[in-house]
């Protein structure tokens, strides 16, 4: 196993004034045995990001060390690393058992070692069953679980995984979320898991690196990422629903983004006066969306509630308060966190 150091990491596609520059100097120190999850949405650079770290994509600027290695002249293949794709990946014509030991025969592992191995990753991913069966015998799950295994056999020092869970089903992906704390449990190894899915990133890392546009805004546990953001990117993009980003509340100080989710927000006798549009009922929690208009102001304010909480009627007046100590500000120029002690 092995540390993962990005320092001042760039990357740019063409070259001179035509150049377009997607990762914008990127800095993590990422611990042996560590389980980080880069998270932003479509284009922010994160596949980019890691690929640049498995060797599939040159550093524009910076360096990239595994270890105690400067990897960025280093082949993939010199790495010590393994990927876990999003679409698998398998070999159609070749058992699950063949797909699983062919990096390991190329490698000219012993036979003995190869199948102590792949007996050891069919045991830990329940797939033992399955070693004789091809792929198309199997669901998507078991593909991916095979994927998974065809790393594991490697004992790479780190674990690649770009949206492995993406072609899944939301039951399945939850499931292979378990499927993937558990691995990482038993096996240790440092691993760098990318994805678009907020939940997916809450559930699975131990720090994660939010991503906006090629720049990393926050690194952080998910704790500190979803208590304390950073900008209002990581407040409204972290959490379902988002954080209430309100441009014009009372009493806020100028030029201040005030920030509260909604289930820090309580249904009170008085206080903010929204009219409610939508209610939304989630089984065992209810979103209520009302409008709130203050001076000249027209802001959507979204409050989280329990189910057991009696549903307000659209168009009723609905007064809320945020609660003591769940109020964020933000530069409303800038979107950067103001720690002004509230």
Known sequence: MASITLTNIIKRYGAGKSANQV?????????????????GPSGC???TLLRMVAGLEEVSGGEIAIGNRVVN???????????????????????????MAYGLKIAKVPKDEIRARVDKAAKILEIG????????ELSGGQRQRVAMGRAIVRQPQVFLFDEPLSNLDAKLRAQTRLEIQKLHRELGITSLFV?????????LAQ?????NAGVMEQFGTPEEVYN???????????????MNLLKSAPDAPPDTIVGVRPEHLDITPSGWALTVEAVEMLGAERLTYGRWLHGQADELVIVRTEEACAAPELGQTLCVTPRPGKIHHFDAATGKRKDLGA
């Open 23 to 39: 990762i914008h100097g990127v800095n993590a120190e990422i611990a042996d045995g560590e389980f980080v999850v880069i998270v």
């Open 45 to 47: 650079g994160k596949s």
């Open 73 to 99: 002249d280093l082949e993939p293949s010199e790495r010590d690393i393994a990927m876990v794709f999003q679409n698998y990946a398998l070999y159609p014509h070749m058992t699950v058992f063949d797909n």
């Open 129 to 136: 069953p399955f070693l004789n069966r091809k792929p198309r």
């Open 195 to 203: 994805t678009h899915d907020q939940v997916e990133a809450m559930t």
């Open 207 to 211: 720090r994660m690196m939010v991503m």
């Open 228 to 242: 304390r953001p950073a900008s209002t990117f990581v407040a409204a993009f972290m959490g379902s629903p988002p």
